[in-house]
């Protein structure tokens, strides 16, 4: 059977001392694996996807992505890690606002060799590969990014973090912006496209409904044995 693409153990992060935020006994992700991670606000979400993708460390445990423990590497080590193998796709976007469409794109190439190298052609035509396949007409391509609606800098956000085929994408609130007709169709795009390159995906939203389309649903509450007392 093939490794997980994300192994947590026994993970212990508390932001402030002597105040727990996550307490995880274990949690296994299988490559090309799409799970749909919820719960109330403020009970650690982004917590738990700034620890995956080496943000944060943990104060004990492991972090196990690609059979590569995160937790033990230094922080140079785990940006040239998340660069490489991780796809992030923010509810903000944090596209670069005085970039083009395309530039913002590139992006991961710009600062990944192995990125780069998972593209069989020609870089630029895999960015409009992409774009084209979330709706993006080619002519946007050289616009500045800040000039095309929310929903499109969305799936600019998305292309960004599919381009040179990332093991993991990690998606925190991405369809916040959009309206549901919206949503639904971005999420389709999205999960052919992790499909196509076999990406892990872990996608965190408070809209339930979306769950259906995923192969796992997952309550933070269930994993975490800090209970949080927030409403949902
Ligand atoms: N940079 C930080 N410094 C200190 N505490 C933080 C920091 N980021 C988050 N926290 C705290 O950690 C807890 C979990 O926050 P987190 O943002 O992970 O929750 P969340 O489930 O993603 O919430 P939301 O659904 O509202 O985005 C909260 O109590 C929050 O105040």
């Known amino acids: 059977m093939a490794s997980p693409a994300i192994h947590l153990e026994n993970l212990q992060f508390e932001w402030t001392s002597g105040r727990p935020c996550l307490d ?44 590569q423990r995160l937790d033990t590497l230094n922080g140079a080590a785990r940006d040239r890690f998340r660069a490489d193998h991780i796809g992030f796709l923010f509810q ?28 069989a052609g020609n870089v630029e035509q ?11 007409d080619a002519t946007l391509g050289h616009r500045k990014v800040t000039t095309l609606s929310i929903g499109q800098q969305q799936r600019v956000a998305a292309a960004r973090a599919l381009i040179g085929r990332p093991e993991i994408i ?14 639904q169709a971005f999420i389709d795009l999205l999960m052919q496209e992790c499909l196509a390159s076999a990406s892990a995906l872990i996608f965190v939203s408070h809209d339930h409904r979306l ?22």
């Open 24 to 67: 995880i006994a274990s949690l296994d992700v299988m490559p090309g694996e799409r799970i749909f991670l919820h719960g109330p606000s403020g009970s650690g979400k982004s917590t738990l996807l700034g620890l995956l993708g080496g943000m944060h460390l943990p104060q004990t445990g492991i972090i196990d992505i690609l059979s």
């Open 92 to 119: 903000q976007f944090n596209l670069i606002p005085y970039l083009s469409v395309l530039d913002n794109v590139l992006l991961p190439c710009r600062f990944s060799a192995y990125r780069r190298n998972n593209i």
């Open 126 to 136: 895999e960015a409009q590969r992409l774009l084209a396949a979330l709706r993006i």
């Open 170 to 183: 990690i998606a925190d609130e991405p369809t916040s912006a959009l309206d549901a007709s919206h949503q």
């Open 211 to 232: 769950a259906t389309s995923f192969d796992r649903s997952i309550a933070l509450a269930e994993l975490n044995r800090v209970s949080v007392k927030v409403p949902e």
